[in-house]
């Protein structure tokens, strides 16, 4: 048992360093001076240590006004897709009416759908509702892309809660609402931060529908921002991994936010009702 321990352990280790390895080789080309970059030498650690391209990066225009776009058009998104998302999985989880399982096959084609292949449709219908060039059209399109998965995953949570939790709950003088919101909901944590997670970041790395709609440079998102840092004349290596480096910290500090809820939502719904 042991040593079936110790080789999963290092099987596991192996694997968390090739995947953490981009990350650690981002961070090391931001820290390192740009006579370096090109060197020919693959240093794991930089043998000097800067913090200009940091500052670069961070000083170039339009940074804040493009973060400030990704966190609106990107919270935005994610919460309306949680709120629809969670309140349909509850419909196709609790409820019983016909047409509901080709809702449901519905659900998991529009998954399935590449999301480069709707760029067309999509641009002539911010075209025709005079969207084009305004932040609310990604709002909807990152609404619309992340929403079939939020509520696809929230119906297999709901399902994993048994109704009679809430029948109890309402036993006990809860009304349906009541016993949603005190039972359900809080067991519903692990699912809900799993989607926010990953409807997060899926807006949150959009790149083809912000270059396409937006053209104003005031309303350009991070992903756009960080293109221009290739120029006809090179490409600055040393900005490009700092502000990929500042690009990921939004993400980061999303997840250890809602992280700190997954606890809580698994264990505060079984007191209460």
Known sequence: ???????????ALVVALFFAFPTYWMVATALKPRKDLLSTDYDLVPKTVTGDNFASAWNKPGFLESLGNSL????????AALVVGLLAALALSRMRFRGRRGFVMMML?????PFEALLIPM??????????????????????VTLPFCAWTLRGFVNGIPLELEEAAMV??????????????????PGLVATSVFAFVTAWNEFLYALSL???QSKQTLPVWLSGFKSNFGTD?????????LFTLPVLVFFLIVQRKMVTGVTAGAVKG
Do not use: E, H
């Open 172 to 189: 006990d003088g809860c009304g349906r609402w009541g016993a949603f919101r005190r039972v359900t909901l809080p067991l519903l944590g």
């Open 1 to 11: 048992m042991r040593a079936k321990r110790i080789s999963a352990n290092a099987v």
């Open 123 to 144: 641009f002539l219908m911010m075209r025709d509702l005079d969207l084009l060039d305004k932040l609310p059209s990604l709002t909807l399109i990152y609404f619309a």
């Open 214 to 216: 937006i053209n104003d």
């Open 72 to 79: 609106l058009v990107t919270l935005s998104a994610v919460a």
């Open 109 to 113: 084609i529009a998954q399935m759908a």
């Open 237 to 245: 290596w040393g900005g490009a991994m700092a502000a990929s480096a």
